[in-house]
């Protein structure tokens, strides 16, 4: 019984992973082309540039144009960086580190129901945590 569960948890998770590395590599070739794409409407704006102003001064329109470009990207790159990161759901960070340890007591016959109490416990927490700190989502203003 658990070899065919086995054998199907297997191929779920490598038809995922073929998925998903189809999906990436579509990804990486279209950014590849975009930057091809790129590289050729700037060496047409080049040409343009050099028929009205000369090939130095378009040169310098270029490279001002790009090293903008990077300026912008930088100060946006930081300001994504310096942003605080949102917290956390408890009850997902607990499930997390509590996992491993659920686990091994599930192997055993007290673990049902030390995990079953654990839950219980884990649940009033979350519960209490919800109520006691208004965190229902209403908006109690009058005005």
Not at 28 to 46: E, T, V
Not at 129 to 134: D, I
């Amino acid at each position: 019984m658990f070899g065919g569960l086995g054998s199907f948890i297997a191929s779920e998770v490598s038809g995922t992973v073929k998925r998903n590395a189809t999906v990436f590599g579509l990804f990486a070739f279209a950014a590849l082309l975009l930057l091809c794409a790129g590289g050729y409407s700037l060496n047409a704006l080049h040409i343009v540039l050099t028929e009205r102003y000369g090939a130095v001064a378009a040169s310098l329109w270029i490279a001002g144009g790009l090293a903008i470009s990077a300026l912008i990207a930088f100060g946006i790159a930081l300001f994504v960086r310096n942003r605080p990161r949102p917290q956390r759901p408890i009850a997902a960070t607990a499930a997390f580190a509590a996992a491993p340890l659920a686990a091994k007591m599930l192997t055993s016959r007290t673990g049902w129901r030390i995990a079953a109490l654990a839950g219980i416990a884990v649940l009033g927490t979350v519960l209490g945590r919800q109520l006691f700190s208004g965190g229902d989502g209403e908006d109690t203003d009058d005005a």
